[in-house]
C-alpha cells in the first residue's frame, strides 16, 4: 500500500497520545531507584508490585514536573485535582488497575504552535495532561518458552500529552511529536530517548471526506517506537480506512498494533472507552492540592522554549529554518550560541555555521558537551572576527579553534605564535599576483575562454606562494584586475 494518501477526496484526522517518563530520582508512589538498563527486578519493592496491604505514596516531583510541562503548552493547571484507578488487567500490571487520572486532570485545555517545513506555523489543541505510572515490561525470547516479565519499570511516573483530533498529515505529527520532544528536554523532566522507550506515542486515525462536519470512526495504533514509524502508521492507516470506505465497508472502532517491518497494522480488539476500565477515584491516595503560588513560581522557572528559540533565530537573526532547527534541537547548542549573540561583533549566520559545523563534529567525535572542553563564547566570537575581519583566513581559524580545544591559550598568542596573521598589504599581495600570472599563462587563456574554474586555481596558487597568509578575497580581486585590463 502507497506511503502516502491516495485519495484527494478525504481529508485525515489524527490525535495523538504521548506518554513520556519523568527522569525522577525515584518511583512515582515509592522509594525505588527510577534508572533504565538496571539488572532485571533489581528496583522493586511490595509497592510497586503490588503486594497484599502495601500503601503508594506520591512523588511531589512528579506533580511539578508535571505542571511544569502544562505550563509549556499553555495549559490551565487544576490546583485541586485527584488520582483514579484504571482498572484492566494484563500481564506486566501487577495490580490489574493503574493508577491514573480520569475526569479532573491536572493540566488542560492548552495548545501548541508548531512549525512546518515550509515555514508555516499550525496551532495543535492540547486536550490534557495527566499523571500516571507506567506498567512493568514482558520479555520475550527463542532462549525459553513463554515469557517472563520485568518489574524494574512498574510504577515509573509518567505523564500523557493528549493532543485535540487537529493534525491533517503525517508530516504535521512528526513536526508536534518533534516539538514534544525537545520540550521535554529543554525543561530536564525527561531524556525522551525512544530507543529507551521513555517517550512512546498511540496514535489515532480517521478519515472524512472534505468538507464533512463530522468526524469519521477512529481507529487507535499502538506499538509505534519511532516519529518516522508513526509518520509510516498515519498514512498507511489512512489509506486502508479510504480503501475499506471506497469498497463499501464500515470502519470498526478498535486498537491495531503497528508492524514497522512489515508496514501494516494488524487488528488487536475493540476500542476501549471509558466506561471500560471501570474508573473509580484512588482510595489509597488523598486529593492533590497544590498552592497557586507555587504554580506561578514553577510557570516563572520555564526556559525560553525551542520552538520559540527557533522563531526567534529565523525573524530576528535571519537562520534557515532547517539551521534554527538544528541549534535549538541540542541545548549546548543553542546556548553557544546565545552567548555568542550576547557578545556581539560578528555574523550571527557565521557563528551558526560554526557551531553546526566544527563545533558540532568535535562534540560527535569526542562524545561530549563543548563546554567539556577550552572553547568559550569568548573564544569563538574573536576567531569569528578575525576572519571576518580578513585578519586570519577560515583554515588558519579553523587551525586556531583546534588548538584552544586542550588549550588555555588565548586567541591572539595562538595567532602569533604559528604566524598565521593574513597578509592584507595590497603591495605585496600584488607582487605575489604578478608573479603567479606570469607563470600560468595557460590558466589566463582558459579563464578568458570561459573556464571560470581556472580563477580558483589562479587563487589558490596565491594562497600557495604565500604559505596560506595571502588575503584570498584581496588576491581575486587582483587577479581579476590583472586578466580583464
Not at 480517521?206 to 516519529?227: A, D, H, I, L
Amino acid at each position: 500500500m502507497s506511503s502516502k494518501v491516495s485519495n484527494n477526496d478525504y481529508e485525515i484526522v489524527v490525535g495523538l497520545e504521548v506518554h513520556a517518563e519523568l527522569n525522577t530520582v525515584t518511583k512515582a508512589y515509592c522509594s525505588c531507584k527510577n534508572s533504565f538498563g538496571l539488572e532485571v527486578n533489581s528496583q522493586i519493592c511490595p509497592i510497586c508490585t503490588a503486594l497484599p496491604g502495601a500503601l503508594p505514596t506520591l512523588n511531589e516531583k512528579v506533580v511539578e514536573y508535571a505542571i511544569k510541562m502544562g505550563h509549556a503548552l499553555n495549559c490551565k493547571i487544576n490546583n485541586v485535582t485527584k488520582q483514579d484507578r484504571k482498572n484492566y488487567f494484563y500481564p506486566d500490571l501487577p495490580k490489574a488497575y493503574q493508577i491514573s487520572q480520569f475526569d479532573i486532570p491536572l493540566c488542560e485545555h492548552g495548545y501548541l504552535d508548531v512549525l512546518l517545513d515550509d515555514g508555516e506555523e499550525k496551532r495543535i489543541g492540547v486536550t490534557r495532561i495527566h499523571i500516571e505510572e507506567d506498567a512493568g515490561k514482558l520479555l520475550h525470547d527463542e532462549a525459553f518458552s513463554g515469557s517472563l516479565v520485568d518489574f524494574n519499570r512498574s510504577s515509573v511516573p509518567l505523564i500523557e500529552i493528549v493532543s485535540e483530533p487537529d493534525i491533517r498529515s503525517s508530516k504535521e505529527a512528526k513536526a508536534y511529536l518533534e516539538t514534544i520532544k525537545s520540550i521535554l528536554k529543554y525543561l530536564n523532566i525527561s531524556d525522551a530517548k525512544m530507543q529507551e522507550g521513555s517517550i512512546r506515542c498511540d496514535v489515532n486515525v480517521s478519515v472524512r471526506k472534505k468538507r464533512q462536519k463530522e468526524f469519521g470512526t477512529r481507529c487507535e495504533m499502538k506499538n509505534v517506537n519511532s516519529f518516522s514509524a508513526a509518520m509510516r502508521a498515519i498514512d498507511y492507516e489512512a489509506n486502508r480506512q479510504i480503501e475499506v470506505i471506497e469498497n463499501g465497508g464500515v470502519i470498526n472502532q478498535e486498537t491495531r498494533r503497528w508492524d514497522d517491518v512489515k508496514g501494516i497494522s494488524i487488528a488487536m480488539r475493540s476500542k476501549e472507552d471509558a466506561q471500560d476500565y471501570r474508573y473509580f477515584p484512588e482510595p489509597d491516595l488523598g486529593t492533590i492540592v497544590v498552592d497557586k503560588t507555587f504554580i506561578q513560581k514553577l510557570k516563572d522557572e520555564i526556559p525560553e522554549l525551542p520552538h520559540i528559540k527557533q522563531k526567534r533565530y529565523i525573524k530576528e537573526l535571519g537562520i534557515p529554518q532547517v539551521d534554527a532547527a538544528l541549534l535549538v534541537e541540542n541545548l549546548d547548542k543553542s546556548r553557544l550560541f546565545d552567548e555568542c549573540m550576547d557578545i556581539g561583533g560578528c555574523s550571527a549566520k557565521n557563528v551558526s555555521n560554526w557551531i553546526l559545523g566544527d563545533v558540532s563534529k568535535v562534540m560527535n567525535d569526542l562524545n561530549k558537551s563543548i563546554y567539556d572542553t577550552n572553547v568559550t563564547a569568548e573564544k569563538l566570537v574573536e576567531i569569528i572576527t578575525l576572519i571576518e575581519k580578513g585578519e586570519i583566513s577560515t583554515s588558519a581559524g579553523k587551525t586556531v579553534f583546534e588548538e584552544i580545544l586542550s588549550s588555555d591559550k588565548a586567541v591572539s598568542q595562538i595567532v602569533d605564535e604559528k604566524g598565521l596573521k593574513q597578509i592584507s598589504d595590497s603591495g605585496v599581495i600584488e607582487q605575489i599576483v604578478k608573479d603567479v600570472l606570469s607563470e600560468n599563462e595557460k590558466s589566463i587563456n582558459d579563464y578568458k575562454n570561459g573556464k571560470t574554474n581556472a580563477l580558483g586555481f589562479l587563487v589558490g596558487q596565491c594562497m600557495k606562494r604565500s604559505k596560506g597568509k595571502a588575503n584570498p578575497a584581496l588576491a581575486k580581486e587582483l587577479i581579476l584586475k590583472y586578466i580583464e585590463q
